[in-house]
């Protein structure tokens, strides 16, 4: 019984040796390395969030069984790439013919999602053979190298942007007083200067002398008017004799020992503008009066450019003219003195001192000028956030305590604040861009690039932001538009990226950053894409020097495959 079982072994090994010779399986798998394999690129290249690969597979004569059903599936750090079927030139199914006399050609193509065990891995190909229910595998074989993941050097240097203060240390102030003069005359009477306006204006003047912070009186506009009423020639000598007799009254007003202003007792502080016939001011009048025929007399003014004609066609309105010249005309025989000043705001140590101790008792402006006389970001983030309290409408305090929190990595604290802001101002340009670095650091680059395409004009901040999210999808030209003139690590990386190294090189040069460790990095890879190893030795040690994790980096990364073997490399990685 025993020989029988033996010789019933043996002929079920003999019958399966036979079938898988008549179907060609065995000679595929003895001869499997006949087959030719060419993978672009080589090595693979991580391409916004995934690897794609695209394989020309070259069969020789006389190699592919003609029954054969052949699934092929390349993968890399344990991820399959889609399979592919080959059918020998008999075999039944759906897939990609090859002969078997002259053999054949097949190109086959597919991405995946990268994961990090792609970064450092070989690409495999495995194939099984079947004929009707017997099947056998080919060995599993390398084809090619994975993979360059150099994108993933950008630095998250988004940028967010600050709601900008609009305080001023010199606030513009002016005080205006008008002096009334009898028709056809330019002499100021005492009580004109002795007015309600002028006393204002004297008032103004005093206290301002003695204020606590200083004023500097920077002039006096004086514009002198003519009624619309009389010969044009007569009316510009009065208006500019008018202006001429305010300016000195103003002058002698300023001698005064209660009250002296040395600017003010030079005419060159007087800017002297003259009208001879004042119809604008006529206009505005009538449009303001009672008059009965106001409306008649605005429309001899709409139909007549001319001032005599306007002139003679509403005397003619001979009680309507003599309304005007009681109630109107008086009014436009003047002068308007206005005096301008510039106020000195708190000084700075003041107002970081009130920003820290008092908050309440200034401006928001203010409160948002005194973060900006601090460098240090709890400070800052204190008096934003003292800011807020007070000024909870004002969108800028949010988003300021926004943009601390981002500094400070604080990702859900930053979108809280900014979602406050918008509260304030759903369309605010700046919050837009800050919420798209939010959404940027969450994984959503999507979500983020809507919010910048909304921030569009808030500044260069954004365009920048816009780069990083570009090179993240692998959109490199994108990249470097976005980036323009910048000169820094991001931007020299989308050169590099979107092959111009020459140009990635010479940006890190002139960057802000180019002595730091990863843009040191960054000239070794480029020098190996430009087969220079000077160049990859030298920056690499740099870099390793400033970093010693960039040693890690450098021994796995794909970009520096063929210098493994290199003595010096291997010295500086090991």
Request: hydrophobic share 35%.
């Amino acid at each position: 019984m025993k020989n029988q079982n033996i010789y019933k072994l043996g002929l079920a090994v003999v019958v399966a040796v036979g079938f898988s010779a008549c179907t060609g399986l065995k000679k595929m798998v003895k001869k499997a390395d006949m087959v030719n394999y060419t993978v672009t690129p080589n090595p693979l290249e991580m391409h916004g969030d995934s690897v794609a690969v695209t394989i020309a597979v070259t069969y020789p004569p006389k190699y592919f069984g003609k029954k054969v059903v052949l699934t092929v599936t390349p993968s890399i750090g344990g991820k399959n790439f889609k399979p592919a079927t080959l059918l020998g030139e008999k075999a039944e199914g759906t897939g990609s013919k090859i002969a078997y006399k002259t053999g054949g050609k097949y190109t086959y193509s597919d991405k995946v999602a990268y994961s990090p065990e792609m970064k450092n891995a070989p690409l495999m190909v495995k194939a099984t053979g079947t004929v009707k229910s017997k099947s056998k595998d080919i060995p599993e074989k390398k084809i090619g190298d994975g993979t360059i993941v150099t994108p993933l050097l950008v630095k998250p240097t988004d940028k967010s942007i600050i709601g900008k203060d609009q305080f001023q240390k010199l606030i513009p102030r002016t005080m205006e007083a008008q002096i009334f003069f009898v028709i056809n005359q330019s002499t100021v009477r005492p009580s004109e200067m002795n007015s309600e306006s002028m006393k204002n204006l004297k008032s103004w003047v005093s206290a301002n002398m003695k204020h606590r912070f200083g004023y500097d009186f920077k002039g006096c506009d004086v514009s002198a008017y003519a009624s619309p009423d009389g010969e044009l020639t007569l009316n510009a000598n009065l208006a500019n004799d008018r202006a001429k007799k305010s300016s000195e009254a103003f002058m002698t007003m300023f001698k005064d020992k209660k009250m002296t202003l040395a600017p003010a007792q030079s005419e060159a502080f007087y800017n002297k503008v003259t009208t001879a016939e004042d119809w604008e001011g006529f206009k505005r009048l009538m449009e303001q009066s009672n008059i009965k025929d106001k409306e008649l007399v605005l429309r001899v003014l709409s139909q007549y450019p001319d001032g005599e004609v306007r002139e003679r066609e509403i005397k003619n309105m001979a009680k309507t003219y003599s309304e005007i010249a009681d109630d109107i005309l008086p009014k436009l025989r003047r002068s308007v003195m206005t005096m301008k000043a510039d106020e000195h705001a708190r000084p700075d140590d003041m107002i970081l001192t009130m920003a820290k101790n008092s908050p309440d008792s200034l401006t928001v402006e203010e409160l948002l000028y005194a973060a900006t006389l601090t460098k240090d970001m709890n400070e800052q983030l204190t008096i934003y956030r003292n800011a807020e309290k007070k000024y909870p409408n004002d969108w800028r305090t949010s988003n300021n305590v926004g943009a601390i929190y981002l500094q400070q990595n604080k990702l859900q604290d930053a979108k809280a604040q900014f979602e406050k802001a918008m509260k304030a101002d759903a369309n605010n340009k700046i919050v837009a861009n800050n919420m798209g670095i939010v959404y940027r650091w969450m994984g959503d680059r999507k979500q983020a690039m809507e919010m910048y395409k909304k921030a569009a004009g808030a500044g260069s901040e954004v365009s920048y932001n816009m780069g990083i999210v570009y090179i993240q999808d692998g959109n490199y030209a994108e990249a470097v538009s976005s980036f323009g003139g910048t000169k820094d690590f991001n931007a020299a990386l989308a050169q590099t990226l979107n092959g111009n190294p020459d140009g990635g090189m010479s940006t890190l040069d002139a960057g802000t950053d180019k002595d730091e460790a990863l843009s040191h990095y960054l000239r070794a890879v480029i020098s190996a894409r430009k087969n220079d190893a000077n160049g990859v030795i030298s920056n690499l040690g740099k870099a390793i020097q400033k970093d010693a994790s960039m040693k890690e980096r450098a021994r796995e990364d794909v970009e520096f495959l063929k210098w493994r073997e290199n003595a010096e490399f291997k010295a500086l990685v090991n």
